[in-house]
T-cell receptor, first 112, second 110 residues
């Protein structure tokens, strides 16, 4: 089954404790992206990647890092999480940035 | 800067009604437009993608139209069912990202 998977689905952590949210797709898509969804602010892009070793900032990249060492994986790294990073995070993939994007199930992160 | 607006913010209809959800965007230089459905606490399910050169797309009871010149798209849902209750999101593909509207919360009453 073609899908985008994210792990973990739920995470509660404390301020400053480094964490990684994994994202993997099995559709051989070149483009991958991370979004966060917040009440009243909607979905906003954090980072995206056009291909292996090619990443770029989205609209809200502060406090996040990404890497794309393999085509199928695009982890989101929070080096020192803060409470304002409490949010619902989605990973998406596509053949290219201008094609239909397919989303993972989401990761609900709470930083206390 | 591209901005996407969805009207209405919420809609409640009885089962069986046909309904229209509206989406408008400020910059007509878009690549494509995508409609999604989001169930509470869940991910986004892609419903329809309309390419910038197309006027409409259909999938089952769903029909989406696109008028780039006026900056508008509509999602038409025929014969609504309680299972259609969800938040519907419109997003324009602007460069290398999706720019989302705030969504329309739809409730279909049985």
């Amino acid at each position: 089954e073609a899908q985008v998977t994210q792990n973990p689905r739920y995470l509660i952590t404390v301020t400053g404790k480094k964490l990684t949210v994994t994202c993997s797709q099995n559709m051989n898509h070149e483009y991958m992206s991370w979004y966060r969804q917040d009440p009243g602010l909607g979905l906003r892009q954090i980072y995206y990647s056009m291909n292996v070793e090619v990443t770029d900032k989205g609209d809200v990249p502060e406090g996040y890092k990404v890497s794309r060492k393999e085509k199928r994986n695009f982890p989101l790294i929070l080096e020192s999480p803060s409470p304002n990073q409490t949010s619902l995070y989605f990973c998406a993939s596509s053949w290219a940035g201008t094609y239909a994007q397919y989303f993972g199930p989401g990761t609900r992160l709470t930083v206390t | 800067k591209q901005e996407v607006t969805q009207i209405p913010a919420a809609l409640s209809v009885p089962e069986g009604e046909n309904l229209v959800l509206n989406c408008s965007f400020t910059d007509s230089a878009i690549y494509n437009l995508q409609w999604f459905r989001q169930d509470p606490g869940k991910g986004l399910t892609s419903l329809l993608l309309i390419q910038s050169s197309q006027r409409e797309q259909t999938s089952g009871r769903l029909n989406a139209s696109l008028d780039k010149s006026s900056g508008r798209s509509t999602l038409y849902i025929a014969a609504s069912q309680p299972g259609d209750s969800a938040t519907y999101l419109c997003a324009v593909i602007d460069g290398n990202k999706l720019v989302f509207g705030a969504g329309t919360i739809l409730r279909v009453k049985s």
